[in-house]
């Protein structure tokens, strides 16, 4: 086999495959764009087989003539059958459609009746085949010009097919007026007739992944163009730049982007690319438009042909001849459809619809995108409102509390200085049930001194700038503790202190922390004939846990959650005295250091109270000093 036979036998097989593939393609959905690809490889089809069965002459040479007669008559319709195609997406000149038809008609009729041809016939032949071409070719550039991803490249690649069938049949007809160039020209019309038929079979009946790969490489443009940008950028300029994408990529006239509106209760405008014809926020009331958002499904049709004037009435006002209507949509809701429109229908309306599917579930994610921001914004918004409300009255309640304690003060310091006035001269002449009165009043006077100078603590640690600074727990717990030693003259404490770390915070806080908890854990340990207190931690890398334990009276832990509360108390004044506030301040304390509080106890056996600071930096400075012992010095023992 030489390789003009293999060329011709590949070029063969080509044009009956994509016969075979674009014939199922129109009986799988017939339309007229369709039935026009079909007849125009059905005719290279037949071509094909009448070539072959020429191959073996019998012996009716009449009958063989004839059936070469019609593989010249198929070869010279293809420049009409390809006109069809172009009219299927734009008009076609009166002249250039009746030129088509009348040179059809001739070159038949010279085919059937003269023969042979004279040479200056075959070269009219030629001309008006290629002329044809061209304009056909001149067309598929533009309509690939106007469009892109998968119609741009099969427009392209029709186009292509167009201008190398004009080549070869030019070269054909070369060799006609020039015979000795034949051997020449006849390898490289092999050649050529060979990308013919690749061309077109990838721009007219193109494989699955090579349309697949067209529209992946439109919708990455796509996303960088257009789903890009979202970031503090608001939705409708999305919907805008959508629009204008959408137009691009099918070679519309015009684009809209329509969505439900659930406060007005129907579709409207909201983004488009001809703001004048369709403004956002126009409503929406197209049949065909409702459609497709209620049964979310694809629509593309002609107009008046597939939809009715009273269907589509925007494209009529538009003045569209076709329109094609993809819902957008998600797995929470159905948002509104994409609607394009088009002077004339799409080449490849299937094609089309695919790449507008993809654009609108990009649309469908940016609209999520965009509602989820915009209800994070409102919350944002509504808990910025809360948080300023709450600093306000937190702010309010913290003056209110310093300016009573600090007002209360002073009368109660002239009904205390009163009381004792009245008992330091008149107790001798009052009885005794008068003069437990008056003690009582002075008690229960200097109670309230108390609580006063523990509110004004409160509300000044709630006010007061920390002072950061590396603080040694070990050393402050040490000061703490011995502050308490003239308390314990009577009283067996035993004291189990670990080594404590170096922490971040305002060391005068702190110390009221630690003094707080210790005094608690002394207080509430002083019914045991010894009481056991251990000061302890629990090492992290960010944050250490410190502990205060006790054996005293303990408590019930479903009132844990009132330990921590202003004036909460677990226990009657006159069991264990306090106003209630320190354990609110140990909270206050450790919150503004950015550490947690809490506490476990159980009746009769102790309570442990817990609290977190951070750690300077990565290391602490106990690293390896282990726990003191009672041979060291780490126990104490209270006085007996």
Not at 125 to 144: C, D, I, K
Not at 151 to 167: E, F, I, N, P, Q
Not at 546 to 552: A, E, L
Request: with cysteine; proline share 4%; aromatic share 10%.
């Amino acid at each position: 086999m030489t390789l003009n036979e293999f060329l011709t036998l590949i070029t063969q097989v080509t044009l009956v495959l994509i016969a075979v593939l674009t014939l199922a393609n129109y009986i799988r959905r017939r339309d007229q764009t369709r039935l026009d690809i079909a007849l125009l490889f059905g005719a290279f089809a037949y071509m094909v087989f009448i070539q072959r069965l020429l191959l073996n002459p019998g012996p009716n040479a009449e009958l063989n003539r004839w059936l070469g007669l019609t593989t010249q008559l198929a070869l010279i319709a293809h420049p009409y059958l390809l006109l069809r195609l172009v009219l299927d997406f734009r008009p076609v000149p009166d002249s250039v459609w009746w030129f088509a038809i009348i040179g059809l008609g001739v070159s038949w009729l010279l085919l059937l009746f003269v023969s042979p041809l004279p040479l200056p016939v075959m070269v009219a032949f030629v001309a008006y085949f290629v002329l044809v071409e061209l304009y056909a070719a001149v067309a598929f550039v533009h309509g690939a010009m106007m469009s892109a991803g998968v119609t741009h490249w099969r427009m392209t690649l029709a186009a292509s097919g167009s201008v190398l069938l004009a080549l070869l049949v030019l070269g054909i007809g070369v060799t006609l007026v020039f015979p000795s160039s034949a051997p020449l020209f006849d390898t490289i019309n092999q050649f050529i007739g060979l990308f013919v038929v690749l061309a077109y079979y990838a721009g007219f009946a193109p494989p699955f992944w090579l349309r697949r790969y067209w529209q992946l490489s439109e919708m990455q443009r796509f996303l960088r163009q257009t789903v890009g940008p979202w970031t503090g950028e608001p939705i409708a300029a999305t919907l805008d730049r959508l629009c204008q994408m959408t137009m691009q990529a099918v070679g519309g006239m015009a684009a809209m982007v329509v969505l439900w509106d659930d406060e007005a209760g129907h579709l409207q405008i909201r983004a488009s690319t001809d703001s004048n014809a369709l403004p956002a926020g126009r409503r929406v009331e197209s049949p065909v438009v409702w459609r497709s958002w209620q049964t979310q499904a694809s629509l593309t049709g002609h107009i008046p042909t597939e939809f009715t004037v009273e269907e589509a009435p925007i494209a009529v006002d538009l003045g569209a001849q076709a329109t094609m209507i993809v819902p957008i949509l998600s797995q929470e809701r159905a948002w509104g459809v994409l609607q394009v429109f088009n002077r004339r229908k799409s080449l490849f309306p299937i094609d089309d619809l695919n790449l507008l599917t993809l654009f609108a579930e990009q649309t469908a994610i940016a609209l999520g995108y965009a509602t989820l921001v915009s209800e994070q914004q409102t919350l944002i918004q509504k808990l910025s409102w809360r948080t300023q409300q709450l600093e306000e009255a937190y702010s309010e309640l913290e003056s209110f509390s310093y300016s009573v304690s600090h007002d209360l003060r002073a009368p109660l310091r002239h009904v205390s200085g009163y009381m004792e006035l009245l008992q330091k001269y008149v107790a001798e002449s009052l009885d005794e049930k008068a003069n437990r009165y008056i003690r009582i009043s002075l008690d229960e006077a200097r109670r309230m001194g108390i609580l006063i100078d523990d509110l004004l603590a409160f509300s000044r640690f709630g006010r007061t700038e920390i002072h950061w600074t590396e603080v040694d727990t070990d050393q402050l717990v040490c000061e703490v503790v011995a502050g308490f030693e003239p308390e314990l003259q009577n009283r067996q404490v035993q004291w189990h202190i670990q080594a404590l770390p170096v922490v971040c915070g305002d060391r005068a806080m702190l110390r009221l922390v630690w003094s707080n908890l210790i005094s608690n854990a002394l207080k509430f340990s002083r019914e045991r004939a010894q009481a056991e207190i251990e000061i302890g931690v629990m090492l992290g890398e960010a944050t250490h846990t410190f502990f205060v334990r006790d054996n005293g009276t303990g408590f019930d832990m479903q009132y844990v959650g009132q330990l921590f509360g202003v004036f909460q108390r677990l226990h009657k004044a006159a069991e264990f005295e306090g106003t209630g506030i320190g354990l609110a301040t140990v909270r206050r304390v450790v919150q503004r250091h950015g550490g947690q509080s809490w506490a476990e106890g159980k009746e009769g056996e102790g309570a442990t109270f817990y609290f977190t600071l951070p750690v300077v930096g990565a290391e602490t400075a106990v690293a390896n000093r282990g726990v003191r012992s009672e041979d060291d010095g780490g126990v104490k023992s209270g006085g007996t």
